[in-house]
C-alpha cells in the first residue's frame, strides 16, 4: 500500500525542568501552565518518528496536529521540524479545561475535516496526565479500530497493518484495517533529531489555527463545563507528626516503643 495519510496527535506538556512551577487553580481544579515552557510530550514524538519512518517507506503525508493554547505553535514547528509535511493548532478558549473526552472529541473533529486519513498516531499517554484515555476514545469518535501499547509498526499490501503490542512477558501481533489509530511506546523507535535544514524548512511549511467554530463540534460538550470528568476537593493534608525523644539503652528504649505501639492499638 501506498500513499498514506497519517495524522499525529501531538500534546505540549510542562517542560520537566519546570515542573515545579506547574500549579492547580482552586477554583477550576485544572493544572496552572501559563508562562511554563512546554515541550513535545515524548512518546508522541515517537508517534511522529513512526509516521515519518511509514511515509518515507511507503510515501504520503504526516500532519501532525495539537489542540493547545497559541504557544504552542512552536511546537507544532518543531514537528515540522522534524519532517511533518503540515500543521494544525486547534486553539480557542472554548477547549480550555476540556478532559480527555472532549479533548478527544476535538481531536476527532480535526482528523474529519482534513478528510480522508488512513491512519492516526498517538503516544500511549502524556507526561503530565498519564491517564492513556486519548486514543483509544479518539478511535471511538471516528468509528475506527484502535490499539495501545504499540511497538512495531509494518504497512502490509492489502489495505491492513501489522501492529505489534508490547506486553509484560511477550509481543502480540494484530492484522488490522485501515483506517486505525494506534498508540505507541517508548521501545518502538528513537525519534530523530531536527536539523538545520529542517528547521528551515519548517518556516515554509503551512501551519494552520482551527477554532471551535472551524470543527464540527458540539459547544455544549467543550471545555470545562462540557466536560464530563470533574475534580473533587482539592486540601493539604495534615503531615504533622507528634514527636517524644526517648533515652536509655537500645533494649530499653525498643521496649518503650513496643509498649507504646500496643498502647495506640496496634497488635504485635
Avoid at 506538556?13 to 477550576?28: A, E, K, L, W
Avoid at 496552572?32 to 518518528?49: F, H, M, S, W
Wanted: net charge negative; glycine share 10%; with cysteine.
Amino acid at each position: 500500500m501506498s500513499g498514506l495519510k497519517i495524522a499525529v496527535c501531538i500534546k505540549p506538556v510542562p517542560s520537566p525542568d519546570q515542573y515545579h512551577r506547574v500549579g492547580i487553580d482552586p477554583r477550576t481544579k485544572t493544572l496552572v501552565r501559563e508562562g511554563i515552557p512546554t515541550v513535545i510530550n515524548p512518546l508522541d514524538k515517537n508517534a511522529l518518528e513512526a509516521a515519518l519512518q511509514i511515509r518515507e517507506k511507503c510515501g504520503g503525508t504526516v500532519a501532525a496536529i495539537s489542540m493547545a493554547p497559541p504557544a504552542a505553535e512552536e511546537n507544532l514547528r518543531e514537528a515540522l521540524a522534524m519532517g511533518a509535511d503540515e500543521a494544525y493548532l486547534l486553539s480557542d478558549r472554548a477547549f480550555a479545561g476540556s478532559d480527555t473526552l472532549a479533548t478527544s472529541m476535538v481531536l476527532a473533529a480535526a482528523v474529519k475535516k482534513l478528510g480522508p486519513v488512513d491512519l492516526v498516531l498517538t503516544g500511549n499517554e502524556s507526561a503530565d496526565g498519564g491517564t492513556a484515555q486519548v486514543s483509544a476514545q479518539l478511535g471511538e469518535w471516528l468509528g475506527y479500530p484502535h490499539l495501545m501499547h504499540a511497538c512495531g509498526l509494518e504497512v502490509m499490501e492489502d489495505g491492513f497493518i501489522r501492529v505489534d503490542t508490547a506486553r509484560e512477558d511477550c509481543r502480540v501481533a494484530y492484522r488490522v484495517k485501515l483506517p486505525a489509530v494506534v498508540s505507541v511506546v517508548r521501545t518502538i523507535n528513537k525519534p530523530r533529531f531536527t536539523s538545520l535544514m529542517g528547521v528551515i524548512a519548517a518556516g515554509k511549511k503551512p501551519l494552520s489555527v482551527w477554532t471551535s467554530g472551524d470543527l464540527p463540534v458540539d459547544e455544549n460538550f467543550l471545555g470545562l463545563e462540557g466536560s464530563p470528568t470533574k475534580a473533587g476537593d482539592i486540601y493539604q493534608p495534615d503531615l504533622s507528626r507528634r514527636c517524644e525523644l526517648l533515652e536509655g539503652s537500645a533494649g530499653e528504649i525498643a521496649g518503650a516503643v513496643l509498649q507504646k505501639l500496643r498502647a495506640a492499638g496496634l497488635q504485635l
